[in-house]
């Protein structure tokens, strides 16, 4: 496989303070590196010239992208109908609630469009990534 087949894409809401942005991607990077199959991942260790071992990283692009919320939510939702596409996402709620209980509550008692989303990272062969993310501005701290 060539690393230019498959991408990863972060989004994040345009508003979403700066250290908010940092947690939802580390927790959706988890999400996705436990939900994908094992070819997300590039050389599992990597010893440098002292034998010392380094766990390997994504074999694939990953790009941080941000947009306003009402994008956001159109992506998420674009990417969830495409079945060829990994897709995690993060409500609001996934930062208002301290267990994983109460975030399986929050979350079972809402309708999909009441939802407010932080974040997304979406997965897969990098045309269909591009046609929903293709257009998005690279997530910078202002």
């Known amino acids: 496989m060539n690393y230019e087949d498959k991408k990863i894409v972060g989004i994040i809401a345009s508003n979403v303070e700066p250290s908010i942005a940092l947690n939802v991607i580390g927790h959706l990077a988890i999400s996705i590196g436990k939900y994908s199959n094992e070819e997300i991942m590039g050389k599992p260790i990597i010893k440098d010239k002292s034998g010392i071992e380094h766990l390997g990283i994504s074999q694939f692009p990953?790009?941080?992208?941000?947009?306003?919320?009402?994008?956001?939510?159109?992506?998420?939702?674009?990417?969830?109908?495409?079945?060829?596409?990994?897709?995690a996402d993060y409500p609001r709620d996934m930062l208002d609630t301290r267990t994983d209980e109460e975030l399986v509550n929050s979350i079972s008692s809402k309708e999909n469009e009441k939802l407010e989303y932080l974040g997304a990272i979406i997965y897969g062969n990098t045309k269909d990534v591009d046609e929903i993310t293709g257009k998005y501005q690279l997530w910078r701290m202002e």
């Open 62 to 87: 990953f790009i941080i992208t941000k947009v306003k919320s009402g994008k956001l939510k159109n992506a998420i939702d674009l990417a969830k109908q495409n079945p060829n596409l990994l897709v």
